[in-house]
C-alpha cells in the first residue's frame, strides 16, 4: 500500500496545514513521521494520492517554514519504505 506524506518538522504548523486542507475539502489525517524518513520527531499529513494536486497548491500557499517536503511511504511484508517525492 503506498500513501502520500506532507512532512513538517513543526507539530503546530503540521496542524495548521490539516485544518487547512480539511478546510478545502482534502481529506487527510495527522499521523507521526515515520522514523524511517530520519527527519527527527515531527508529525506528517497523510494525503490521498488522488488530492495530491490539490494539496500541494494548499500547502505552498501556506507558506510554512518548517515544511520538509513530500514522501512516499510505502509498506510491504511488514516494512516500511520511504521516498522523497519530487
Known sequence: MTEVLAVFRS???AID????LRAAGVSGSLIN???EANIGCGL????PQSS???AKQIIANG???AFYGYM???TAY???YIGRIN
Open 44 to 47: 506528517s499529513v497523510k494525503i
Open 17 to 20: 496545514c490539516n485544518a487547512r
Open 63 to 65: 507558506r510554512y517554514s
Open 11 to 13: 507539530r503546530s504548523q
Open 33 to 35: 513521521t515515520p522514523r
Open 72 to 74: 512516499r511511504m510505502q
Open 78 to 80: 511488514g516494512r516500511t
Open 52 to 54: 495530491l494536486a490539490r
